[in-house]
């Protein structure tokens, strides 16, 4: 796939209704643990066009999964009675959560060769956590230098994992192994975000057995038989936030549709005391100039961290508002405190007002402050549609290289500013 480039042209006000997706971060779990069930999986609100998405898509027709996609109804059905990966030819597939598709390979043919996450080498990204999942499970693991190989012909075994830090990853993988392990499998330490709570939800829907105690313990019952089902994919409530952030910046006036206000309880908070009062109902928020409660933003003082907290991914789209508050701003974050790559990219839209270092950022804000035009390149996702957004409400035209990042994370996100009545120029980067 080619590396892709924008052309933003800024100053166009956005209208109209815009649609949340499924969620990026759990629709491709789902993906992967749709893998462990004996008869046809669907998948509705699913994120066809993300390019994650269709990474895997690729894997898991390539590993002979049956797809079929809708990308009109954005469904996808899954059919993996016939998985092996003994005839993969290359393992070039440019996706991280490629761990996840373990457990399913082990079920279907007791061996499992995967990519390395995004073409990532162990120690990057913490792969050792799976690794010590599959090995407490009983298999044997081998490191090549393009793959990784797991080898349980007679399937997991049940036993307790106690993970030396709080993971998401972890705990999907572990969920999903668990699930297809002989007897019992316990989790300490587990991360049950919302969309790991999604995905605990998909596996009890699928005839498996999990108890939850509190945040951080797991208790799996392993099956022989786990069924197909219909599943619906929760809202994505960092697009929401995006929309949310987006629509109060450019001075628009959109309706945000399919809000998951129950995951967004602390980040919707912030913005109230950040002086934004917005019209909503059960499902769906209506940004426009009048929710600025003084005619202007806040200056806030805020720090990620865990669910229900405003989480790192966030992180971006509050030092965006910071940039266009009544004063200085302070973001902290203390998980991932080198999230801040992009900041440096994001400050040649706003030159001199933001001020970054390991787990600490500040702006000085102005509400009448407009980005300059600017030509910069993506860092990361979140960070990618940071600089789009300051594209968008900025002046002139600017260039994102490697838009692609963003693509990553936003589901058909070109059509849906269209829809607003904003067009952007994606083609291939030069």
């Known amino acids: 796939?080619?590396?892709?480039?924008?052309?933003?042209?800024?100053?166009?006000?956005?209208?109209?209704?815009?649609?949340?997706?499924?969620?990026?971060?759990?629709?491709?779990?789902?993906?992967?643990?749709?893998?462990?069930?004996?008869?046809?999986?669907?998948?509705?609100?699913?994120?066809?066009?993300?390019?994650?998405?269709?990474?895997?898509?690729?894997?898991?027709?390539?590993?002979?999964?049956?797809?079929?996609?809708?990308?009109?109804?954005?469904?996808?059905?899954?059919?993996?009675?016939?998985?092996?990966?003994?005839?993969?030819?290359?393992?070039?597939?440019?996706?991280?959560?490629?761990?996840?598709?373990?457990?399913?390979?082990?079920?279907?043919?007791?061996?499992?060769?995967?990519?390395?996450?995004?073409?990532?080498?162990?120690?990057?990204?913490?792969?050792?956590?799976?690794?010590?999942?599959?090995?407490?499970?009983?298999?044997?693991?081998?490191?090549?230098?393009?793959?990784?190989?797991?080898?349980?012909?007679?399937?997991?075994?049940?036993?307790?994992?106690?993970?030396?830090?709080?993971?998401?990853?972890?705990?999907?993988?572990?969920?999903?192994?668990?699930?297809?392990?002989?007897?019992?499998?316990?989790?300490?330490?587990?991360?049950?975000?919302?969309?790991?709570?999604?995905?605990?939800?998909?596996?009890?829907?699928?005839?498996?057995?999990?108890?939850?105690?509190?945040?951080?313990?797991?208790?799996?019952?392993?099956q022989e038989y786990i069924q197909g089902s219909i599943y619906s994919i929760m809202p994505d409530r960092i697009e929401a936030l995006t929309w949310i952030v987006y629509g109060i910046l450019s001075k628009g006036d959109i309706t945000i549709l399919d809000v998951p206000f129950n995951t967004m309880d602390i980040p919707l908070k912030h913005l109230e005391e950040a002086g934004i009062d917005f019209y909503h109902n059960s499902k769906n928020i209506r940004i426009s100039n009048d929710c600025l409660v003084n005619g202007i933003i806040q200056p806030f003082e805020l720090a990620t961290g865990t669910h229900p907290g405003i989480i790192s991914d966030m992180q971006p789209f509050y030092t965006l508002l910071g940039l266009h508050a009544d004063g200085f701003s302070r973001i902290f974050d203390y998980r991932y405190p080198e999230r801040i790559k992009y900041c440096e990219e994001l400050s040649k839209f706003y030159a001199g007002r933001l001020i970054f270092e390991s787990g600490k950022i500040t702006t000085e804000g102005n509400n009448n402050l407009v980005p300059s035009a600017a030509e910069v390149t993506s860092t990361d996702l979140r960070g990618s549609m940071a600089l789009v957004i300051a594209a968008l409400i900025g002046d002139g035209v600017s260039i994102i290289n490697n838009v692609d990042m963003a693509l990553r994370g936003y589901n058909n996100l070109q059509k849906k500013l269209s829809e607003l009545g904003v067009e952007i120029e994606i083609s291939d980067q030069k």
């Open 1 to 222: 796939m080619n590396i892709k480039q924008a052309s933003i042209t800024g100053g166009q006000i956005p209208t109209g209704q815009v649609r949340v997706s499924g969620a990026k971060n759990s629709a491709t779990k789902l993906l992967a643990a749709s893998l462990i069930c004996d008869k046809e999986v669907i998948l509705n609100n699913f994120p066809t066009e993300l390019v994650d998405a269709n990474y895997k898509f690729e894997y898991i027709q390539d590993i002979g999964g049956i797809l079929q996609i809708d990308r009109d109804k954005d469904q996808v059905c899954i059919d993996s009675s016939k998985l092996s990966s003994e005839n993969l030819t290359h393992f070039n597939y440019a996706f991280r959560t490629t761990y996840l598709l373990v457990p399913g390979l082990i079920k279907k043919d007791g061996k499992a060769k995967i990519p390395y996450p995004g073409g990532c080498k162990i120690g990057q990204r913490g792969y050792d956590l799976h690794m010590m999942v599959w090995e407490k499970l009983g298999a044997s693991v081998k490191e090549y230098e393009d793959h990784i190989e797991v080898i349980s012909e007679n399937g997991f075994v049940g036993t307790e994992i106690n993970f030396p830090i709080s993971t998401i990853g972890g705990t999907e993988s572990a969920l999903i192994c668990g699930a297809i392990a002989k007897g019992k499998t316990t989790i300490r330490n587990a991360y049950i975000s919302p969309e790991v709570e999604d995905l605990i939800i998909f596996l009890r829907a699928s005839g498996v057995n999990i108890k939850v105690v509190g945040n951080s313990f797991i208790e799996i019952e392993g």
